[in-house]
């Protein structure tokens, strides 16, 4: 996904352009994931839970990449809720220290919002980890925990649309 967010910069794609990317992505790793025994309903269910999760999580980091710090902090919120749940804490440091850099970069205002790249490896590394470390039947869960945060963040798009505001 990191590589997208470079092609990204690069040549401009357009929305379209990286939601097709994104779902081969997510396709991608949904098939890694979900259990290929039978084409039964569960390997349905959770391929198609797996691919939106993966897309999501990788569009939200990027819808909320635009304000310095918003992304960084949310990011750091699930990955204490990934702790919470049960994640050695000790194995996601180095992670944790390369977005930290950029966290206070960006809080200072100082040149060096991560753009794409870094907001679609955030939601792409947080896709990998929750489905690693969190039951299936508990993602319903981490919805509900980061709810607010979601919702806030898909809310302010779809009013300023609604009232004709530049969304940009």
């Known amino acids: 996904s990191t590589l997208i967010g470079f092609l990204?910069?690069?040549y401009e794609l357009k929305q379209k352009q990286k939601l097709f990317y994104f779902l081969i992505l997510g396709f991608v790793?949904?098939?890694?994931k979900s259990?290929?025994?039978g084409l039964n309903i569960y390997f349905i269910f959770s391929f198609i839970s797996y691919t939106a999760i993966f897309v999501f999580l990788v569009l939200f980091f990027n819808q909320i990449d635009g304000i310095n710090g918003l992304a960084t902090g949310t990011f750091f919120i699930c990955l204490l809720?990934?702790?919470i749940t049960g994640t050695n804490l000790i194995l996601l440091f180095p992670v944790i220290f390369s977005v930290l850099a950029y966290f206070f970069i960006n809080v200072n205002g100082k040149i060096g919002i991560q753009?794409?790249?870094g907001s679609f490896f955030m939601g792409s590394f947080l896709a990998i980890v929750y489905s690693k470390s969190i039951e299936f039947s508990e993602l319903g869960l981490v919805f509900f925990i980061l709810g607010p945060l979601v919702f806030d963040i898909c809310s302010?798009?779809?009013i300023r649309f609604y009232y004709k505001i530049n969304l940009s």
Do not use: Q
């Not at 790793?29 to 890694?32: I, N, P, V």
């Open 8 to 10: 990204d910069d690069k």
């Open 29 to 32: 790793w949904a098939y890694y």
């Open 35 to 37: 259990d290929i025994t």
């Open 81 to 83: 809720y990934v702790y």
């Open 115 to 117: 753009g794409d790249s």
């Open 156 to 158: 302010a798009p779809i």
